[in-house]
Each structure stands twice: as C-alpha cells, then as structure tokens.
T-cell receptor
Framework: GAVVSQHPSWVICKSGTSVKIECRSL??????MFWYRQFPKQSLMLMATSNEGSKATYEQGVEKDKFLINHASLTLSTLTVTSAHPEDSSFYIC??????????????FGPGTRLTVL | GESVGLHLPTLSVQEGDNSIINCAYSNSASDYFIWYKQESGKGPQFIID?????DKRQGQRVTVLLNKTVKHLSLQIAATQPGDSAVYFCAENYNQGGKLIFGQGTELSVKP
C-alpha cells in the first residue's frame, strides 16, 4: 500500500513551452502533497507544500507564477512548469502524507519525473 | 573511506563489511528523522525512521542512532551488499506542517 505515481516519468520540451506533471496517490488519500526538485548529484530541495482545496505554500526563492500547483483532490496534485527554460531541467519528485499514516509525518515518494528543456 | 567531492560525499566499502553513514541536521527543534535510499533515476525509498524521544532504533540490517546533543544522525548497515549501493539521505521534520528538510546525501559504493 501507500503507492505514489507520477506522470510522465520523463519529458523533453522546447524552451518557452509549459509542462504539466501529475502526482497521484493510488491507494490512499493524501492530506498534503509536496513537490521537490533535485539537480544531478544534489539533494532534494522542497519547492512547495500543497493541500487539497487550498493554495500551495511555496518555499523561499521558488516562483509561484512559474511553478503552478493545483491540488484538485485528495489523490491528485499537478505541477505546471510555465515558460520552461533549460535551467528548469531537473528531476521533479512529489510525495504525499497518508491521512492515516502510522507516523504522522511519514511521506511516501513518487518515482520522479525527469524534465529536459531544450 | 569517506571523501567530500564537489557535490555528494562518497563512501566506498567492501561487500560484507558494515557501513556507517553520518548526517548532521540543522534544527534542534526537529522531532522526527528519516533515512532514505535513492537509486539512480528513482524516487527516495524509506529505510528507517526515529523520533526525537529515542536514541536508537533497529530494523532489518539497519540501525539508526540519534545524538540530539550534537544534532547528529547515523545509519549503520550491517553486512553491506552490492544492492545497497545508492545515495542515502537523512531528512528531518521540525514543524507540524510535515515539511521534510533533506540533508546533503552520501553516495555509498559497495565493492564486490
């Protein structure tokens, strides 16, 4: 149980276009979903916290107008990278808190989405 | 032994040896800590966790030690296997919002 999926697993796009990444909790309801970005050989950096039905909370330095987050239901959150540029190329990972998790802050991670902007 | 490169520190061990991966966390108010394993091109995989009211927790082949005095966390892997080769991250939680802050990470390489 507690499986999180992401779609697509990888995407290549042209500079200036927008890309949408989906994060789904497959077999549980998530109170909160988190979006991370990871550059090669570096750690995960939290971008934003997303709660169903409310606006996302962005970390300092993350542009909310560039990284649009929509949390439509307890099982789906989307991240849209708008007007993507090569420097946005990265590995984007989402995670979700299980509403009934044994550990109140236990997060379950998706497999990640590799974004390459040409 | 350990070395610090441009990005990730690396630890190279022989198969069958024990591995110790260290992590310094940042916030003395953090109350929950997790170790994750990340293989190339994949998301983090939960290994073991520990609450701040404990100083040691054991799992299958893994042990986590917590020293709150010096804000230090370690992961011990017994009888390291080639399948343990990956990057290991510690993460801390310090607020009720559930945010996790990840440490730098250590790349573990197991030589057969």
């Amino acid at each position: 149980g507690a499986v999180v999926s992401q779609h697509p697993s990888w995407v290549i796009c042209k500079s200036g276009t927008s890309v949408k990444i989906e994060c789904r909790s497959l077999d549980f309801q998530a109170t909160t979903m988190f979006w991370y970005r990871q550059f090669p050989k570096q750690s995960l950096m939290l971008m934003a916290t997303s709660n169903e039905g409310s606006k996302a909370t962005y970390e300092q330095g993350v542009e909310k107008d560039k990284f649009l987050i929509n949390h439509a239901s307890l099982t789906l959150s989307t991240l849209t990278v708008t007007s993507a540029h090569p420097e946005d190329s990265s590995f984007y990972i989402c995670s979700a808190n299980h509403r009934l998790a044994r550990q109140y802050n236990e997060q379950f991670f998706g497999p990640g989405t590799r974004l390459t902007v040409l | 032994g350990e070395s610090v490169g441009l990005h990730l520190p690396t630890l190279s061990v022989q198969e069958g040896d024990n591995s110790i991966i260290n992590c310094a966390y940042s916030n003395s108010a953090s109350d929950y800590f997790i170790w994750y394993k990340q293989e190339s091109g994949k998301g983090p995989q939960f290994i073991i966790d520990i609450r701040s009211n404990m100083d040691k927790r054991q799992g299958q082949r893994v042990t986590v030690l917590l020293n709150k005095t010096v804000k230090h966390l370690s992961l011990q892997i017994a009888a390291t296997q080639p399948g343990d080769s990956a990057v290991y991250f510690c993460a801390e939680n310090y607020n009720q919002g559930g945010k996790l802050i990840f440490g730098q990470g250590t790349e573990l390489s197991v030589k057969p």
